[in-house]
């Protein structure tokens, strides 16, 4: 979170990049997220911590240290990647539509097992166990596999455009994606309304629990255009487990995921997401301006202008306008 305001001190002082010391011990190197995603223009390293501990001490001690890097990197634009959307057609509202998603690309110095192969096996399972059950939903479900969400969420984004005038119909809409640590409930993206109801739909899968949800709305991953377009949504609030320390790093694989408790959390999404498909009364989507108070009155502006979103926001660029 301190990355904006360092970039913007570099670019004041006319830097030609930043050398990061990466915040994990035992020289792991991951992906550092540079503020302005896209739009950055400095060159960024990440230095594994002990290499940049040495440097530290070195330049403390009035050495003048040079750093020569050769980074391979293909540019040019534009790049095209695909969404996967399958779904089980609603058996007496099939317009009406509920989302259960997670994103399939990942950054590549590990093989991105916890971000986020583990949540796309997740939506997989729920889809493949209530085919195997025979279950038919009121409402149609889609099973979303989001491209683009490390680069600025653009799969989920794209969706949200190309379906702009069925939102109205799209009655809820959730991501996965922080590893497989257990799900202890959901974030109800500024929204109260959302939170019994979500406690209703996870009693059956009680025994997994405890659950509690929490009213927070933030960017986080591909939940996020939908609540910008005031349709219900949801991010599963996950332990962190092993997701924290590998976060984009090269030790996100696949010996890092906990199968087992896997298995559970996908119970878990099916309970919610089984819950929306069948109740008979839907959440309603919100206005503009009620959407625009939850932005301005709780902490998501701030992290909407930590990840260059809100201009976007504020020039009716992406989000439900007043
Ligand atoms: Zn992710």
Redesign the pocket.
């Known amino acids: 979170m301190a990355a904006a305001a360092i970039e913007q001190r570099a670019r004041v002082a006319r830097a030609l990049g930043i050398a990061w010391m990466s915040s994990r011990p035992h020289d792991l190197l991951y992906r550092h997220n540079a503020a302005l995603g896209p739009k950055n223009d400095l060159v960024l390293v990440t230095l594994g911590r002990e290499d940049a501990g040495r440097a530290v001490r070195l330049l403390r001690g009035g050495k003048r240290l040079e750093l020569t890097a050769k980074i391979e990197l293909e540019s040019g634009l534009p790049r095209s990647a695909e969404n996967v959307i399958g779904e089980i057609r609603g058996s007496d509202r099939p317009d009406e539509v509920v989302i259960v998603g997670a994103?399939l690309d990942s950054w590549d110095l590990g093989t991105g097992t916890l971000?986020?192969g583990c949540n796309v096996a997740l939506v997989i399972d729920v889809a493949r166990q209530m085919k195997r059950l025979g279950l038919a939903p009121r409402r149609t479900i889609r099973f979303a596999l989001w491209n683009g969400?490390?680069q600025g969420l653009y799969g989920s984004l794209g969706y949200v455009k190309k379906h702009a005038a069925e939102l109205d119909k799209h009655v809820m809409a959730a991501s996965f994606?922080t590893g497989t640590g257990r799900i202890q409930g959901f974030l109800t993206g500024g929204r109260a309304d959302l939170m019994p109801v979500v406690d209703e739909f996870l009693r059956p899968v009680a025994g997994l629990g405890p659950f509690t949800q929490v009213n927070f709305a933030t960017p986080g991953?591909d939940h996020y255009d939908f609540m910008m377009e005031g349709v219900p949504s949801l991010m599963a609030d996950q332990e962190s487990a092993t997701y924290g320390p590998n976060y984009h790093a090269r030790s996100d694989t696949f010996d890092k995921a906990d199968a087992r408790q896997l298995k559970l959390n996908a119970a878990i999404a099916g309970a919610v997401t089984w819950g929306f498909a069948n109740r008979d009364k839907a959440l309603p989507r919100l206005s503009g301006t009620e959407v625009e108070a939850i932005v301005e009155k709780t902490d998501l502006k701030g992290l909407m202008q930590a990840f260059d979103l809100y201009d976007d926001y504020t020039a009716g660029r992406r989000g439900r306008r007043p």
Request: proline share 0%; charged share 55%.
């Open positions: 994103h971000d986020n969400e490390e994606d991953t």
